[in-house]
């Protein structure tokens, strides 16, 4: 008999949308604080500096509101574990209107108030059924805030990389949901049973091809922390440089997933 099929894993609305506003907070909170030098500061993110990274934080959370503004489709035909796989799309469109944003907004603070209470109040006018178009096709707005949850995550993450003694704090339900999402992500990409890629104290997950584990210690295993799992996910640190600084512990042949990474950039 073949093995069951796992279940796709769900998310909590109520705790995702709860996560969403949350780390917005969190960012607009630290942005209040930046003055002109370190918003020129260079990021991580190709030319983009601090202040491009902050306008594109607000782009990211206004695709809500952008496809909301926009008929709802017919039918259902993503899933969001496969999000992560269509973010690749269409980066010149993103960098030009992340610029703009940037311009045309000088006060960042005002912007990120706006954009937070502007989501609050469609979030409330509209139910989690609601079906979107995204990039990675049609979603209903309760997934399509998990995702929402990733990006602010992994751009807070940009951010604290790039304005020294920032610290940003990260919500634990968005960091749990981000680790989550991406854990999956990585089981669709590289499927099979032979490694299992353990992210505590958020996900394990089985991947790559191979014998199947099925009781006792698995034969190769791979451990890392959240963000060093978000940051393989995404190209922020590259495999080889996470194993050689001892970010990632991993053992057994099969446990090289180098070669699947970043899931996305």
């Known amino acids: 008999m073949p093995p069951a099929k796992k279940r796709a894993r769900t998310y909590d609305p109520a705790k995702t949308r709860a996560a969403v506003l949350a780390q917005l907070g969190n960012v607009r909170e630290a942005v209040r604080g930046l003055g002109p030098e370190q918003l020129a500061l260079a990021t991580r ?16 959370v206004t695709a809500v509101h952008r496809a909301l503004g926009l008929p709802a489709p017919l039918r259902q035909d ?21 610029r ?23 979030l409330a006018e509209h139910p989690g059924s609601r079906l979107l178009e ?6 209903p707005l309760d997934d399509y805030l998990v995702t929402r949850a990733v990006e602010l995550v992994v751009h807070t ?22 680790t989550r999402l991406l854990a999956d992500a990585l089981a669709v990409k590289a499927p099979g049973g032979s490694t299992e890629v353990r992210v505590p104290p958020y996900a394990v997950v089985q991947c790559v091809e191979g014998p199947r584990h099925t009781r006792g210690t698995p034969p190769n295993v791979v451990e890392t922390d959240p963000l060093t799992w978000i940051r393989l996910a995404t190209g ?28 996305m950039s």
């Open 157 to 178: 993450d940009d951010l604290n990389a790039a304005v020294p003694g920032l610290d940003v704090p990260f919500d634990r339900q968005a960091l749990a949901t981000t």
């Open 100 to 122: 703009g944003l940037a311009a045309e907004h000088p006060d960042l603070d005002a912007y990120l108030t706006d954009v937070d209470a502007s989501l609050r109040t469609l």
């Open 236 to 263: 922020r640190v590259s495999w080889p440089d996470a194993v050689a600084q001892a970010k990632v512990s991993a053992s057994g042949e099969r446990a090289d997933i180098g070669p699947v990474l970043p899931l």
């Open 134 to 139: 995204t990039n990675a096709g049609a979603l």
């Open 78 to 98: 993503a899933t969001v574990v496969r999000w992560p796989f269509a973010t690749t799309a269409n980066a010149s469109a993103i960098d030009a209107f992340t």
């Open 45 to 60: 993110l190709g030319e983009w500096t601090v202040r491009d990274l902050i306008a594109h934080i607000g782009m990211a």
